[in-house]
Every structure is written in structure tokens, then in C-alpha cells.
């Protein structure tokens, strides 16, 4: 059996393949800045080993998020070694690299992470050669589901919207500002949360401040982030993620406008890790 798992700040998607046959489970999201090898361990014990049958790991292939530094990837691991006790072989790679060979496979290109975060790099077909600092949702994520559902936040606090969408938040949240705010600045996974606030702009497509939310907040993830790379102008631009997926119409006009080569969107890099561990290089 290969195990395949996809870990960002919300969710662990993992793929088990076995014999032609994949099956997928889901789990919390795993990050080394939250989790110990410890909970690592007892998460994958409780929630995928006790449901597997008693099978050989060839090999796990893990990328997450907070998995780029040596030591993260120790950590991650150290956590799968206890858990999966019977695995020959453990990868630990960071997201960034999950997207790249989904949508990139082994050729050259700027794969994108577009999320409950945002991330970017380029890609040689080996290994990511160039990558803009992702600082996280306090300081940058930009384009990201946390940053365009804080700015529907801001559009609701400040009462922004017009009469029909703060007509439409309230009736879909039933939120007031002490609540917004204890959630942001005192509970656990603010990320995630303001995250959860992304969705209202795709249900309510059409109207213009929700497009001009969706176009402002990509366009400031092209600014920031592909804008840096002089690989952007000679190389295909390949999106991955929720928000990437569900904008994708977005991202085709503005590399459109911007006169750049739009590759492949993928609402999941699982989905394109599957043949690439599968096939031979």
C-alpha cells in the first residue's frame, strides 16, 4: 500500500492505494506548529489505523502546511514513524511541493496554492527553485480564503454592503461584532474562521462589491506573489486549492488581461498526486 495525504490548515485529505484500488479519508488539518509528534501520532492511530486492515506501507507520501523547514518535516515525521508502525518509507514534503508536481508533474512551471492560505513558487520539474515568503494570514495570504473572508468582514463591521447583502449575512450568520471578534482575536484556528466566510462571495456571484472583493484580493495575490517571478511571463501559472477552484473564471481573465499562460486548476493536488506517485518517472 502507498499513502498519499494532503494536509492543509483545515483539513488532511489521505489517499490509500492499494493494487490499482484508492480509497480517500479525511482527518483535521496537521500542522507542526500545533501539533507535537505525540498528537500527530495519536490522531493517526485513532482516526486511520484503527480503521485499516492489516497491511505492508510501502511508502507515505506527506505534504502540509509548515512542512518546508527540515525540522517541521522531522517533527510530522517522527509523528507518522509511531503511527504507522509497518511504514518502509515516510516523505515529508511542504505543500508548496504538493502543488507543484500535481500540477506541474515533472515540468518546469509556477504552481500556486490558492486556500485556506496562499502560497507560490516555481518549479523545474525537480524541485522549486524560487518562493515568495508566505508570512501567513496576519501578514500576508493574500488571495487566500482567510483574506477574502476578512475582507467580508470588514464589508459587514463597517456596513459596507448595501441593504441586500448585510440583509444576506445576517440572515446566513446571525453575527454580531463581540462575537466576530472573539472568535478572531480569542479563539483557536482565527484562519480557519475567517476563512468559513469565503463561501458568501461565491454564493452571491454576480453582485459587484463581491466581484470587486474576488477580482481586488487575486489581484493582490499576482501583485504580491507572481509578479516577483520572471518565470510568470515564461512559464505556464498552474492554481490549486478551494478558492482557486470556485474563481477559477477570475484567474482565466486576469491572466488573460495580463497577457500570462494559465495551466490546469485543480480543486485538490491529491487529485493530481495520485498519478504522480502512481506512474513511473
Same mark, same amino acid.
Given at each position: 500500500?502507498?499513502?498519499?495525504?494532503?494536509?492543509?490548515?483545515?483539513?488532511?485529505?489521505?489517499?490509500?492505494?492499494?493494487?490499482?484500488?484508492?480509497?480517500?479519508?479525511?482527518?483535521?488539518?496537521?500542522?507542526? !506548529?500545533?501539533?507535537?509528534?505525540?498528537?500527530?501520532?495519536?490522531?493517526?492511530?485513532?482516526?486511520?489505523?484503527?480503521?485499516?486492515?492489516?497491511?505492508?506501507?510501502?511508502?507515505?507520501?506527506?505534504?502540509?502546511?509548515?512542512?518546508?523547514?527540515?525540522?517541521?518535516?522531522?517533527?510530522?515525521?517522527?509523528?507518522?514513524?509511531?503511527?504507522?508502525?509497518?511504514?518502509?518509507?515516510?516523505?515529508?514534503?511542504?505543500?508548496?511541493?504538493?502543488?507543484?508536481?500535481?500540477?506541474?508533474?515533472?515540468?518546469?512551471?509556477?504552481?500556486?496554492?490558492?486556500?485556506?492560505?496562499?502560497?507560490?513558487?516555481?518549479?523545474?520539474?525537480?524541485?522549486?527553485?524560487?518562493?515568495?515568503?508566505?508570512?501567513?494570514?496576519?501578514?500576508?495570504?493574500?488571495?487566500?480564503?482567510?483574506?477574502?473572508?476578512?475582507?467580508?468582514?470588514? !464589508?459587514?463591521?463597517?456596513?459596507?454592503?448595501?441593504?441586500?447583502?448585510?440583509?444576506?449575512?445576517?440572515?446566513?450568520?446571525?453575527?454580531? !461584532?463581540?462575537?466576530?471578534?472573539?472568535?478572531?482575536?480569542?479563539?483557536?484556528?482565527?484562519?480557519?474562521?475567517?476563512?468559513?466566510?469565503?463561501?458568501?462571495?461565491?454564493?452571491?456571484?454576480?453582485?459587484?462589491?463581491?466581484?470587486?472583493?474576488?477580482?481586488?484580493?487575486?489581484?493582490?495575490?499576482?501583485?504580491?506573489?507572481?509578479?516577483?517571478?520572471?518565470?510568470?511571463?515564461?512559464?505556464?501559472?498552474?492554481?490549486?486549492?478551494?478558492?482557486?477552484?470556485?474563481?477559477?473564471?477570475?484567474?482565466?481573465?486576469?491572466?488573460?488581461?495580463?497577457?500570462?499562460?494559465?495551466?490546469?486548476?485543480?480543486?485538490?493536488?491529491?487529485?493530481?498526486?495520485?498519478?504522480?506517485?502512481?506512474?513511473?518517472?
Amino acid at each position: 500500500m502507498i499513502i498519499i495525504a494532503d494536509s492543509g490548515a483545515t483539513k488532511t485529505t489521505w489517499i490509500f492505494c492499494q493494487g490499482g484500488d484508492t480509497n480517500r479519508m479525511q482527518t483535521e488539518g496537521i500542522s507542526p !506548529y500545533f501539533f507535537s509528534a505525540t498528537q500527530i501520532a495519536q490522531l493517526v492511530k485513532e482516526k486511520l489505523v484503527s480503521r485499516m486492515p492489516a497491511v505492508t506501507i510501502e511508502a507515505i507520501h506527506f505534504y502540509g502546511t509548515g512542512c518546508a523547514s527540515p525540522e517541521n518535516q522531522q517533527l510530522v515525521k517522527d509523528g507518522l514513524t509511531k503511527g504507522f508502525k509497518t511504514a518502509e518509507h515516510i516523505e515529508v514534503q511542504s505543500d508548496l511541493m504538493a502543488a507543484a508536481r500535481a500540477l506541474c508533474g515533472r515540468s518546469k512551471g509556477v504552481a500556486c496554492i490558492l486556500g485556506t492560505g496562499s502560497n507560490s513558487g516555481v518549479f523545474d520539474g525537480n524541485n522549486i527553485i524560487r518562493n515568495n515568503p508566505a508570512p501567513g494570514f496576519i501578514l500576508g495570504d493574500e488571495g487566500s480564503g482567510a483574506y477574502l473572508g476578512r475582507k467580508v468582514l470588514q !464589508y459587514f463591521i463597517y456596513s459596507t454592503f448595501d441593504e441586500d447583502l448585510m440583509h444576506k449575512f445576517n440572515l446566513k450568520y446571525k453575527l454580531d !461584532y463581540r462575537t466576530i471578534l472573539d472568535h478572531v482575536y480569542k479563539q483557536p484556528w482565527p484562519n480557519r474562521y475567517l476563512a468559513s466566510f469565503a463561501p458568501f462571495l461565491s454564493e452571491n456571484r454576480g453582485h459587484y462589491m463581491v466581484e470587486n472583493i474576488i477580482e481586488d484580493g487575486l489581484i493582490d495575490f499576482f501583485h504580491h506573489h507572481l509578479f516577483k517571478y520572471p518565470e510568470t511571463w515564461q512559464q505556464p501559472i498552474h492554481f490549486t486549492g478551494s478558492i482557486a477552484w470556485h474563481f477559477k473564471d477570475v484567474l482565466a481573465d486576469l491572466c488573460k488581461s495580463l497577457q500570462l499562460e494559465l495551466g490546469q486548476i485543480l480543486q485538490e493536488p491529491v487529485n493530481g498526486l495520485i498519478p504522480y506517485h502512481l506512474q513511473t518517472p
